[in-house]
């Protein structure tokens, strides 16, 4: 069964580094997230991607933040200078829209199993 | 303004018993859908049901159902027959619109079973 794969599960740096969170979604997905849960707490929206561009994103998702799907497979965050608050578990999800029909989906969100961060 | 409310942070249920997980939702579109997600201490996130704004009947997957009441804008997960594994974290989350990217989640409710 196709997944989303995420790398790296778990990463630890420090305050003022980037890092860069790769996600690769389900091949014939259109739609790609990017969300964060800290310690098991809500699942907050970052962003979201569509068309080679960010459709939507949250008040969270600043300057400090972009994302990239660079080579039409892989579906990358970076964040550039990392604060102590960006530690969280950041998951990838892709979708594809809600069909009727003979070929009916859900449009479901797909979720990878999460990157770990921890700044220190 | 919240458009996913989940007004229960924690729920205990004894096993083999039902228990019912509250979930109201704020939109504007004639079309949307309303998912429930599990998320168990392990971490991953699993889709466990989909209602449809259009679905006359309330959805049902194996021991889960969706009490769906559009008037009231609410969509309740019911859980039969409670399992031990049934301990977790459960989102209630709603798209709007068919082709709509807007994909947002509520706080969550934290379920305990107990033996």
């Known amino acids: 069964e196709p997944e989303v794969t995420q790398t790296p599960s778990h990463q630890v740096t420090q305050m003022g580094q980037e890092v860069i969170l790769r996600c690769v979604p389900i091949?014939?997905?259109?739609?790609f997230y990017w969300y964060r849960q800290i310690l098991g707490q809500k699942v907050e929206f970052l962003v979201s991607?569509?068309?080679?561009?960010?459709?939507?994103k949250s008040e969270i998702f600043d300057d400090q933040f972009s994302v990239e799907r660079p080579d039409g497979s892989n579906f990358t965050l970076k964040i550039r200078s990392t604060k102590l608050e960006d530690s969280a578990m950041y998951f990838c999800?892709?979708?594809?829209?809600?069909?009727?029909?003979?070929?009916?989906?859900?449009?479901?969100?797909?979720f990878g199993e999460g990157s770990r961060l921890t700044v220190l | 303004a919240q458009k996913i409310t989940q007004t229960q942070p924690g729920m205990f249920v004894q096993e083999k018993e039902a228990v019912t997980l509250d979930c109201t939702y704020d939109t504007s579109d004639q079309s949307y859908g309303l998912f429930w997600y599990k998320q168990p201490s392990s971490g991953e996130m699993i889709f466990l049901i989909y209602q449809g704004s259009y679905d006359e009947q309330n959805a049902t997957e194996g021991r889960y159902s969706l009490n769906f009441q559009k008037a009231r804008k609410s969509a309740n997960l019911v859980i039969s027959a409670s399992q031990l594994g049934d301990s977790a974290m459960y989102f209630c989350?709603?798209?709007?619109?068919?082709?709509?990217?807007?994909?947002?989640f509520g706080p969550g409710t934290r379920l305990s079973v107990l033996p």
């Open positions: 989350a709603m798209r709007e619109g068919n082709y709509g990217q807007n994909f947002v």
């Open positions: 999800a892709s979708r594809n829209p809600r069909l009727a029909g003979a070929h009916a989906n859900t449009g479901e969100l797909f």
């Open positions: 091949s014939n997905h259109l739609y």
């Open positions: 991607f569509y068309n080679n561009e960010i459709s939507e």
